[in-house]
């Protein structure tokens, strides 16, 4: 079977042939989130699948910063590479200090 493959395959570095796919990697370890919520599992097979997970989750994690690295080396603008952080709010300035009054419409706590 093949979710019984995938059970016992031992996620590599990204790249590695063996290695899952990132998106097989995210159904595993989801999976494995599933099983572990669900409380059927002895304790034996609940530590063997948190070993799982946490290989999985560092396969994962290693998959997203070669991603980053990829993105940062394609950010180009006329001076050459530009490097930006994948952050999700907006950049904050550097020429306010913490000490200063916050912006209109926003809290200062």
Avoid: C
Avoid at 29 to 53: F, M
């Amino acid at each position: 079977m093949a979710a019984d493959k995938k059970r016992g395959a031992a996620p590599g570095k990204p790249g590695d042939p063996e290695a899952p796919s990132f998106e097989d990697a995210i159904e595993r370890l989801e999976g494995i989130v599933d099983e572990l919520e669900g409380g059927a599992l002895t304790l034996e097979e609940s530590i063997a699948r948190y070993e799982e997970g946490m290989k999985l989750s560092k396969h994962l994690a290693r998959a997203l910063d070669q991603a980053e690295k990829r993105i940062e080396r394609l950010t180009e603008d006329a001076e050459g590479v530009k490097t930006e952080p994948l952050e999700s709010g907006p950049p904050e300035s550097d020429e306010r200090s913490s000490e200063d009054t916050p912006a209109e419409g926003k809290l200062p706590f």
